[in-house]
């Protein structure tokens, strides 16, 4: 009960960052250019300083296990994301099928799970939630390109091995076996601009909200589909199966993974609708709902764990 209300608190803290970003766009101190830099600084410097730092802990076997522990459960989560989204969410004429199967499988792990994951469980908790973000950054830029594009040659491996994130994730990793540790004044630098994340993603988010019409977004009733199946049943139904691995369980490898999972929908996919001529204002409008009510569900599917 007292995690899922410090997660409630936060969500709502994350929330005042997009609604700040939302009045910045709209009053004109924030264009839709200066949003895409706001974005790369998080993607390409920030988040990834942030996962670095998250190694800089004492070398131990306990945490060496908790990822690899959390490589299993986020496997066997898109295991159960994957099928049960294809089984929901039916092909049909005139139906933007892909987009919503994208929106439910593919959660906002890095921009909003890596923050939230730093408040709640500290550095442990995002040392394990970089796992997740591994496979997931594996299976977006190939399951997930190919789900969008339908063409096979779009799935670029170069891309997965040379994303900011993995390379962070394997230089602290290096570091973590090895028992490196970089000079104090580097980790303050590093941890403070690691700190930026949470704020500036949501503000990235509020710009991105801005620029779409809620009203018609909550008019669609399909949107509700989507948000129920990636916010409650799906997350929910994998923190039961995770409870059922017969191993003696990480608590918070299990909670960063569930936290990871019942995030709202990915701002890659509207990225990939962008690139590949496909419905971008619909998963824009998938991504405002989705990151709206996460406010009420993950706290709820915390407190349901």
């Not at 973590?176 to 990235?204: C, D, H, Q, W």
Request: proline share 4%.
């Amino acid at each position: 009960m007292e995690l899922s209300l410090i997660l409630l608190k936060q969500v709502i803290v994350m929330l005042v960052y997009l609604g700040l970003g939302a009045i910045g766009y709209k009053c004109g101190l924030i264009s839709v250019e200066g949003n895409k830099s706001i974005s790369n600084w998080v993607l390409y410097i920030a988040n990834p300083l942030l996962i670095f730092i998250s190694f800089q802990q004492d070398f131990s076997v306990k945490l060496l296990k908790g990822l690899g522990m959390t490589i299993i459960f986020t496997i066997v989560g898109y295991l159960i994301f994957i099928p049960l989204a294809m089984l929901f969410i039916g092909k049909k004429e005139n139906r933007e099928t892909e987009i919503e199967r994208f929106s439910t499988i593919y959660s906002n792990c890095g921009f909003m799970g890596i923050p939230l994951a730093k408040v709640l469980l500290g550095n442990e908790g995002v040392f394990y939630i970089t796992a997740f973000n591994m496979v997931f950054n594996i299976l977006v830029w190939s399951h997930g390109v190919y789900m969008i594009s339908k063409d096979k040659k779009q799935m670029n491996i170069k891309k997965v091995a040379t994303n900011p994130t993995i390379l962070a994730t394997v230089l602290g990793l290096i570091f973590f076996v090895l028992k490196i540790r970089i000079p104090e004044v580097a980790y303050s630098a590093f941890n403070n601009v690691g700190g930026t994340v949470g704020p500036l993603a949501m503000v990235v988010a509020g710009v991105t909200i801005a620029r779409t019409n809620l009203l018609k977004a909550v008019a669609k009733p399909r949107i509700y589909l989507v948000t129920l199946l990636k916010l409650i049943v799906l997350p929910v139904l994998c923190a039961f199966v995770f409870k059922l691995i017969p191993f003696d369980v990480n608590e918070t490898a299990l909670l960063a993974t569930v936290l990871a999972f019942s995030c709202p929908t990915a701002t890659v996919c509207t990225m990939f609708s962008i690139r590949y001529d496909k419905n971008d204002t619909y998963s824009a409008e998938i991504f405002a709902v989705t990151t709206l009510l996460s406010v009420i569900t993950m706290p709820l599917v915390i407190l349901i764990m």
